[in-house]
């Protein structure tokens, strides 16, 4: 029953295959190398983006500030929502490798709206030298509290930021989650809606560690190899990114393992529904925020349940407090029913 994050779970077994048989021999490093190119490639495939630029890195966190920094001068703002996973969890990197450059927190909750998103874009540019200057736009895709946007609503923001000529980023740790849920490609996704810079995450989705970051615009990529080269982002033996990557990418691999989350979190989504459990997340991906009583929270943890808790755990049994469920490829049907088995036995 372990619920804390999807990039707790293991390794997906084809991944472990792929990085043994491309450590045999010697290869050139940097992403010098056959597979690298052969990856890229694939990805460009994927996204129906002959022209594109990609790139792996080892983190998201490393994925998202260096793709932010070819968007966004020191002296600009990026436009994200409030509780954006760059706003929260990646401990102010967008500012450092952007030289500064700040965030401009719209709305209140972890999606936006187009009006939101619009107002904020004109409260700023108004102070000259004085003040910041629009930068990008970043949208997060599954967002921070489990929420998905449709495609229509991709496109309105989209649309919002081109209308006073933002490049837009999309945050893409759980990319592949969101287009299974959507039922979407990744270029309907993508480009194909406004994005310029795309991060195709893989380590909450059964990789051991690596991010694509797609650059749909060619004239942005040789800045982005510097940044990353100067932000100790470059691995030297590259081919091992690669690697994993290219078994993410054969047989579908990547959209497999994420429909597998999703499905999990459906099920476990609807037990909760069914339980009259207090759900915060409306449209859930493989993530779902969930309010119960503290002494329920800790009745199910002591069953052996493992996940957070979004606020006070030293109150009262009685006081509510909100969890987060994260469901991973590999957590399948045998662990929701377990968990659901021990919630409805804790609240009989």
């Known amino acids: 029953m372990f619920f804390a994050s999807d990039n707790s779970g293991p390794a997906h ?42 790139y792996l890195v080892g983190t998201g966190t490393a994925a998202n500030a260096l793709a932010l920094s070819v968007l966004c001068q020191p002296f600009e703002t990026v ?50 030298v004085h003040g910041p200057q629009r930068g990008a736009v970043s949208i997060t895709n599954v967002a921070e509290l489990g929420n998905t946007y ?22 893409g740790a759980r990319f592949s989650q969101a287009c299974a849920a959507l039922n979407c490609t990744p270029a309907e996704m993508s480009w194909k809606l406004g994005v310029d810079v795309a991060v195709f995450g893989g380590t909450k989705n059964g990789l051991m560690g690596v991010e694509a970051v797609v650059i749909f615009d ?7 190899e510097l940044r990353r080269k100067r932000g100790g982002h470059l691995f030297s033996k590259h081919r091992y990114l690669a690697a994993q990557m290219n078994a993410f990418l054969t047989d579908d691999l990547w959209l497999n393992l994420a ?28 993530v779902i925020f969930f309010n119960l009583p503290l002494g329920a929270h800790k009745a199910l ?45 804790i609240l009989a």
């Not at 996973?85 to 999606?111: M, R, S, W």
Request: proline share 4%.
């Open 13 to 54: 077994p084809a991944v472990l295959d792929a990085l043994t048989a491309a450590n045999t021999g010697y290869t050139l490093g940097y992403g010098n190398d056959d597979l690298t190119r052969e990856v890229q490639q694939k990805i460009r495939d994927l996204f129906e983006a002959p022209e594109a630029a990609v």
């Open 79 to 128: 436009f994200c929502a409030a509780r954006a996973h760059i706003v929260e969890d990646e401990c102010n990197a967008p500012e450092f490798y952007t030289g500064g450059a700040k965030l401009t927190l719209v709305g209140d909750g972890d999606q936006m709206t187009p009006a939101q998103l619009r107002s904020a874009i004109e409260a700023e540019e108004n102070r000259g």
């Open 150 to 171: 449709s495609l229509a609503e991709l496109a309105a923001l989209c649309d919002v930021a081109k209308e006073f000529g933002l490049p837009v980023h999309l945050d």
């Open 218 to 224: 060619p004239k942005r990529a040789y800045e982005f």
């Open 259 to 286: 429909q597998k989350a999703n499905d999990s979190a459906a099920l476990l989504y609807n037990g909760l529904e069914e339980l009259g459990v207090d759900l915060i997340t409306q449209t859930p991906a493989n």
């Open 301 to 345: 943890q002591k069953a052996g349940a493992v996940y957070y808790l979004m606020g006070d755990e030293t109150g009262p049994d009685a006081s509510i407090v909100t969890g987060r469920l994260v469901c991973d490829w590999s957590i399948g049907s045998a662990g929701v029913e377990r968990f659901l088995s021990e919630l409805r036995r």
